[in-house]
């Protein structure tokens, strides 16, 4: 085996990517909903990152920006995510444990969580303004709908104040008592506020906005998805920020039946169209002759909506 040591001109040099826009905000706390915040803890790889492994390259890649952007927008176009796996982002989040609960379902994260067995409960919970009580939606059982009257909103903010100050009351009295915090925790309600320190690659963070800014999704977890997008991920990796939303956020997917009923209706017409929707299943009535409700049919009327086209039925 040669001892031969390379000499510093075969040497290859690497230098930690710095983003003056995200050195900016490290540690700075974003807020969200009342007492909540997001915060950027630290991060690892840019765009220039994501062109290097696609290329795999320990260069700095083309040098023309242009062919920079081409290639990621092709790649996140074709949904080849192993470089995007090559960022990473460490955020500290505070948040109310409701919301926790839908975040901590993304297991494509490592996770450290603010344990309550080893210290107190922290001292906030989620308070809802009077206008932002919700109805449950009539057409989506996990969903909500329109706002509720404000005099009804008044009333339940009220009893939501009362209720977590007595919570927090008798949790204070058992831990004055000598009750582990283990057990003295159990009947704090869902509003209470968790912290966690949260790492994720950018492929599955893209994943997670993805799912977390839908307009379905609940609104306090939008709330949160919609800081760490536009406020961290767009200044980390703005070229790829700017293909996620031409071509996640703002874009919509065809099914193969989608596909069918709007060739048929821009070539052939209503007709055409109202028979390739038939024939797959969409148009099923009830004995009275109404439309039955269908998921699928829903979807694609809202589709049809974006594109500017009536549904023919």
Not at 136 to 147: F, L
């Amino acid at each position: 085996m040669s001892d031969r040591r390379p000499d510093s001109t075969e040497a290859e040099t690497s230098t930690r990517p710095r983003i003056d826009a995200c050195e900016e905000i490290l540690g700075h706390r974003f807020p969200v909903l009342d007492q909540g915040f997001v915060r950027l803890v630290d991060y690892m790889g840019s765009d220039e990152a994501v062109v290097q492994a696609a290329r795999v390259s320990y260069g700095k890649g083309t040098k023309r920006v242009s062919e920079d952007r081409g290639l990621i927008r092709y790649l996140l176009r074709h949904r080849h995510t192993t470089p995007f796996e090559m960022c990473e982002a460490k955020l500290h989040v505070r948040v109310p444990m409701d919301c926790w609960r839908q975040w901590i379902r993304h297991r494509t994260a490592n996770v450290n969580e603010y344990s309550t067995r080893y210290s107190e409960a922290i001292d906030a919970m989620q308070g809802t303004p009077p206008e932002a009580w919700r109805a449950q939606s009539s057409t989506n059982r996990q969903g909500s709908g329109d706002a509720l009257d404000l005099e009804t909103g008044r009333q339940l903010s009220q009893q939501e104040e009362e209720l977590q100050r007595e919570a927090r009351r008798v949790y204070q009295q058992r831990l004055e008592r000598g009750v582990a915090r283990e057990q003295a925790r159990k009947d704090l309600p869902l509003s209470t506020y968790t912290e966690a320190y949260w790492k994720i690659d950018l492929h599955n963070l893209l994943h997670f906005l993805a799912l977390r800014m839908d307009p379905g999704a609940q609104r306090e977890i939008v709330a949160y998805a919609e800081v760490i997008g536009r406020e961290i991920v767009s200044r980390w990796v703005p070229t790829v920020w700017e293909a996620f939303v031409d071509y996640r956020l703002r874009a919509m997917s065809l099914t193969r039946i989608d596909v069918e009923v709007i060739r048929a209706l821009s070539t052939a017409g209503p007709d055409a169209a109202i028979a390739a929707a038939e024939q797959a299943g969409l148009l099923t009535r009830d004995e009275r002759g109404s439309l039955k409700r269908n998921r699928e049919r829903a979807e694609l009327e809202e589709k049809l909506g974006h594109l500017g086209m009536q549904p023919p039925w």
